[in-house]
């Protein structure tokens, strides 16, 4: 830090360093008290002050400085050039009188103009400034913002929707939580059927809801609350999300993804079940898988199916994907249970259909070879690249 005297880390507009005699800066005395009592002597005082305001001026480097300065010169009251009025003009010897006014007013115009052009000179370069600042490249590549792509399990729903509206399929969707009804009861699983086991959830406690809510354990509640709202003929998907208490591995996770599949009509049978799974099968895995269908058992249709499809990746010789079984399961269907249709108010003697039930990550996971069920639900990006 500077010492002694030196005042260099004042702005040098503020801290304008002017001759001083003794204490006191020169302009604050008179001529007399200065000791000046010849022409010359003034003259000497003018040229010394004009060559300290010409050596300050020339480091005034930004408008705030200027104004500083410039009230220090200029101030009415306290100014450099007032205060010259006050005490060397006025109280000055008759003699010396006129040259002094001479001095002064030819330092104020040399002020004054040296003000005006330092103004110009500040306002000047603090536009080029600016304007380099600003400047615009217009040969720069504009700001490309990344697009996000679908991802993967998006993608699927899409394909499945896709095949399912060529067939004269609709697609409606419903609420991830649901009542034990809708879950349960009318799906033809009563309180403490053991089909309840596996789908052990997430119950949450309502108000006015003695039993709870659940989040869906699967998609099928919507077939219900469809048959409720809408007449026969019936033909929707359903696509959304499900959740069971399960612990995330390779081939589980507490939320996955179904796709619901309810078709009803008075004349509905096995084969058009049969020649709609089929049909799906190798519009989603290719024409040469073939489809084969297991005795199963859910609550809600009877007789229940697991629809298998020969192996798309070995064509059925066997290999890691399909266990070296040459078959790989891929969901469950069925016919609907005419219990289902007391629930609804649906006529079980006139009705009959068919319904299904997907999990889209199995899906999406057996169509691209994967072998984590977990990169879906992790977000990496370099999983998602991959399904631009
Ligand atoms: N809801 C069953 C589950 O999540 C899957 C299912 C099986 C749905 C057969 C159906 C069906 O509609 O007919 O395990």
Redesign the pocket.
Known sequence: MAQGGRRDHMPPALGFQIAMNGKARIFEQTLAQLGAVTREAAVKLFAGLRSDFDRDSASIRNQVEWKSFRDNWLGRKSGVLSQITDNWLKPAEPGLKPVVGQELNALRGHVEAVLEERRKAIEVAAEQSALARERIDLSFPGVERAIGTRHLIRQTFEELERIFLSIGFSVVEGPEIETPYYNFEALNIPEHHPARDNMDTFYIDAPGKPRGLLLR????PM?IRTMEKQKPPVRIVVPGK?YRRDNPDATHNFMFH?I???AVDTDITFCDFKGTVEYFVREFLGAKVKTRLRPSY?P??EP?AEVDASCHVCGGSGCRVCKNSGWIEL????MVNPAVYGFVDYDPKRLSGF???MGVDRLAFLRYGMNDLQVLFQNDVRFLRQFP
């Open positions: 354990t699967h998609t099928s077939q499900v179904q619901e599949g309810l859910f809600f249709t229940s969901f469950g269907a069925g319904a299904f039930g």
